[in-house]
């Protein structure tokens, strides 16, 4: 009985220094300021990417502790407020904030508070869905794609993926950065990727830590259709603040979009939230941004659009533009496909024995490339020329550049055998029906017994 009275003692005892510590949320000794402007000052002398500016920062509001500025602010919610104003006055830096913890109900340091937290975080990151908050095709085959934020790659790198690919055949895009904060530089960077061709140097991060500068170019490849040459439109606000600011520069300096609506934030320096107590936490500024073109970045200037409109307005000029941008798009591929298949059927008129089979491939590979035919159409082509336009030997060209370009296809192997076959080509008709076979056997292809029986009639046949 002892025992247990001791424990429940103990318990009691913690319970109380626990309720004392949180009670502080309500009533703040001059001592737990003191200490808190002591810590922040410590915290930023030795992270803030401007070390100069930090002892400045670190003078002012020590100053201010002094002269009693901040007595009159008695919940943590209202000093951290207080501090953040303060900072920022000697600083202008906007990404500097001193933040309270949530109004959790469990006092901290327990059990129940864990709990409380993860249930919280747990909710927080299912109704963020990585920013991604909603995606439509607008009248005129436009894009639409609301972005509240740019989580963690790892995190929110499949979400982008899927609400890319919702947008894919859309002849204009249209991304709502309003209502963004920022976030992952790699995730600006992934989404990036998606507008551009090649190796583009985007931004640059220089952190104090290290004496170090990070480069981020663009991705030579995305899960997902690129759109390099889509017309691109962004919408800005007073909102838009940095990782969203670092996007919609970068589209900018890079002539890649048009950016309507208000001048931004201007936020460039990144950084990282750390704790100054249970209770309070704050974002440091440990680097900044610097542009591979203008040699600077958008700190305390903000995104200027080249559109300026109110903020109401934004969405439907944003509408009208990619509209027009949209009807422009389709005339030029309008062009480039009658182009294309003009060249491709100018091919396909007269067999070569010299060059016919490269040129078929080589301008096969073009239109693949362009995004103009796929495998089954290549596959269907081969047959028209064979049964239609009784070409076989223009037919096998196109087969066999079917299999160079869709090489785990067994359907276009198959067909190329069959060409082959009716050309008199026995061995090499039976070993492109056997890989048929193979592709078949590898892929659990449902047609595989089909593939089979061609293989089985060309051996009797041979």
């Known amino acids: 009985m ?15 220094c626990n309720i004392c510590i949180y009670s502080q949320d309500s009533v703040l000794s001059i001592e737990y300021k003191k200490e808190v402007i002591n810590t922040l000052s410590d915290l930023m002398n030795d992270k803030y990417v401007f070390p100069d500016i930090a002892k400045k920062t670190e003078e002012y509001i020590k100053e201010q502790f002094k002269k009693g500025h901040f007595d009159q602010f008695t919940s943590n919610e209202s000093f951290a407020t207080a501090l953040t104003e303060s900072v920022q006055s000697i600083n202008n830096d906007k990404h500097m904030k001193v933040m309270s913890q949530p109004p959790y109900e469990a006092p901290a340091m327990t059990p129940e508070r864990l709990i409380e937290e993860k249930i919280f975080n747990l909710k927080r990151k299912k109704e963020y869905n990585a920013g991604f908050h909603n995606v439509k095709v607008l009248e005129g085959n436009v894009g639409y794609l609301d972005l509240r934020g740019f989580t963690y790659f790892k995190e929110g790198k499949v979400i982008a993926d899927a609400y890319m690919k919702l947008i894919r055949n859309t002849d204009a895009v249209i991304i709502d950065l309003s209502k963004n904060g920022g976030g992952d530089p790699e995730m600006v960077q992934y989404l990036c990727s998606y507008f551009f061709k090649g190796d583009i140097h985007l931004n640059s991060l220089y952190f104090r830590e290290g004496d170090r500068t990070i480069d ?9 259709k690129k759109m390099i040459d889509v017309p691109l439109f962004v ?17 900018q300096t890079q002539k890649r ?4 609506g208000q001048t931004t934030g201007g936020g460039a320096n990144p950084g990282g ?5 249970k209770f309070l936490s704050v974002f440091i ?30 969405f439907n000029k944003a509408h009208e533009l990619a509209k027009e941008g949209a009807n422009q798009y389709r005339e030029k591929l309008k062009g480039l496909y009658t182009n294309t298949f003009s060249n491709l059927l100018s091919k396909l008129e007269k067999y070569d024995e010299v060059n016919s089979e490269k040129n078929i491939l080589v301008t096969l590979k073009d239109c693949k490339e362009k995004g103009l035919i796929e495998e089954w159409e290549i596959n269907a082509l081969g047959y028209q020329y064979m049964i239609e336009h009784k070409k076989l030997k223009i037919a096998v060209c196109i087969f066999k550049s079917n299999t160079i ?12 055998a069959e060409g082959l076959m009716k050309l008199g080509s026995y061995d090499e008709s039976i070993k492109n029906y056997k890989k048929a076979v193979e592709l078949a056997k590898m892929d659990n ?17 041979k």
């Open 405 to 416: 370009l869709h090489p785990q296809s067994a359907n276009g192997f198959d067909s190329y």
């Open 257 to 260: 979009a048009t950016i309507i």
């Open 273 to 277: 939230t750390v704790p100054i107590n």
């Open 235 to 251: 919408i800005t606000s007073k909102r838009t603040f940095s990782g969203a600011e670092e996007f919609s520069y970068n589209m």
């Open 216 to 224: 981020f170019h663009t991705l030579d490849k995305v899960d997902g």
């Open 445 to 461: 292809s449902p047609d595989l017994s089909v593939y089979q029986e061609n293989l089985k009639k060309a051996l009797q046949k």
């Open 285 to 314: 500024p440990t680097g900044k941004a610097i542009n591979p073109i203008t040699k600077t970045n958008w700190e305390g200037v903000g995104v200027v659009p080249e559109i300026k409109v109110g903020n109401d307005d934004s």
């Open 2 to 16: 002892m025992v247990i009275r001791k424990c429940i003692f103990l318990f009691l005892t913690l319970s109380l």
